[in-house]
């Protein structure tokens, strides 16, 4: 059975700080990793990620894949109130783009 | 483009009750899925279509049907709603590169 796992499951930290977040899994197709944002509506993306080590940035998000050890992580530096949002990882498991998706990541910034 | 829509963006149904979720892109993409969100669940694959007259079951397809007769219409159907189903439903195309476009959103509640 397909697993994709993330921790922490919540995390509350102050304006500035920064946040790493963690996705592992267990998959038997690996296709991609997706990373994607969610702020009380629908999940928007933010990376996609399909070899290790080469590190995706955008902006104070940077992300990463090691699929030796079979996980990612999502960075964001210098945190905002805006990144306040619920973090979903998903693995790709198919050439059709059929993803199974971690439980994810609630990140709350306060000021 | 109007991206990916779904109506309605609420619903309150009765137990027993079947109803119709509807889903339409307008970005001719083949792939399009339905997912359902539940707190602390992440969104788990109801059914997922590759093309028009070609559908599939994903991880949670008990209770709902779907079908494609066109390549941008894909409507989730509820045959007889249960109070387990209160839940938040996201429909999404899949574009390039594993790009995933999702709309905003059904949150439908069974009583």
């Known amino acids: 059975e397909d697993k994709v796992v993330q921790s922490p499951l919540s995390l509350v930290v102050h304006e500035g700080d920064t946040v790493t977040l963690n996705c592992s899994y267990e998959v038997t197709n690996f296709r991609s990793l997706l990373w994607y944002k969610q702020e009380k509506k629908a999940p928007t993306f933010l990376f996609m990620l399909t070899s290790s080590g080469i590190e995706k940035k955008s902006g104070r ?35 059709w783009g059929k993803l199974q998706f971690g439980a994810g990541t609630q990140v709350v910034v306060t000021p | 483009n109007a991206g990916v829509t779904q109506t309605p963006k609420f ?19 083949e ?28 991880e949670v397809p008990n209770g709902y049907n779907v079908s494609r007769s066109t390549t941008e219409d894909f409507p989730l159907r509820l045959l007889s709603a ?28 069974v009583t």
């Open chain 1, 61 to 95: 998000l940077s992300s990463i894949l090691d699929k030796k050890e079979l996980f990612s992580i999502l960075n964001i530096t210098a945190t905002q109130t805006g990144d306040s949002a619920v973090y979903l990882c998903a693995v790709e498991t198919d050439s």
């Open chain 2, 11 to 29: 619903q309150v149904l009765k137990t027993g009750q079947s109803m119709t979720l509807q889903c339409a892109q307008d970005m001719n993409h």
């Open chain 2, 82 to 109: 249960a109070p387990s189903q209160t839940s938040v439903y996201f429909c999404a195309s899949r574009g390039d590169y594993s790009r995933q476009y999702f709309g905003p959103g059904t949150r439908l509640t």
């Open chain 2, 31 to 58: 792939y399009m899925s339905w997912y359902r969100q539940d707190p602390g669940m992440g969104l788990r694959l109801i059914h997922y279509s590759v093309g028009a007259g070609i559908t599939d079951q994903g």
